[in-house]
């Protein structure tokens, strides 16, 4: 079974920069999309980013230009490098992984679907808190 960490959350200011990381355990088929998601207090969760095996990602509008979605495919690693970040941006985020080759046809798509286990597999979650 896979297991997902998120690490890295935590406080900083406005303006600032956090880099998160997911690591995965528990690996027999290799990930074939990878995403990063995020739900605020009294809002629905959403996708930010997502990547495929090959190195493709995909940015939601928000926050193009600001994230960076990055893979380490030799340590099952998952990454999201957040600059310039505002109290817009706090909120609970999360990683999830899908094994499935489906979810490479159209990875915009399957970041909007967010397709629950036992399809993808889901972290449970670091916070990020930015003070503005």
């Known amino acids: 079974q896979v297991q997902l960490l998120e690490s890295g959350g935590g406080s900083v200011q406005s303006g600032g920069s956090l880099r998160l990381s997911c690591a995965a355990s528990g690996v027999t088929n290799s990930p074939v999309c990878m995403g990063w998601f995020r739900q605020a207090p009294g809002k629905e969760r959403e996708g930010l980013a997502a990547?495929?095996?090959?190195?493709?990602?995909t940015y939601i509008d928000s926050v193009k230009g600001r994230f960076t979605i990055s893979q380490d495919n030799a340590k099952n690693t998952l990454y999201l490098q957040m600059n310039n970040l505002t109290s817009e941006d706090t909120a609970m985020y999360y990683c999830?992984?899908?094994?499935?080759?489906?979810?490479?046809?159209?990875?915009?798509?399957?970041?909007?679907?967010?397709?629950?286990?036992?399809?993808?597999?889901w972290g449970q979650g670091t916070q990020v808190t930015v003070a503005s």
């Open positions: 990547i495929k095996r090959d190195g493709t990602a």
């Open positions: 999830a992984t899908d094994s499935r080759r489906v979810c490479a046809v159209k990875l915009e798509r399957w970041l909007q679907l967010q397709p629950a286990p036992p399809f993808a597999d």
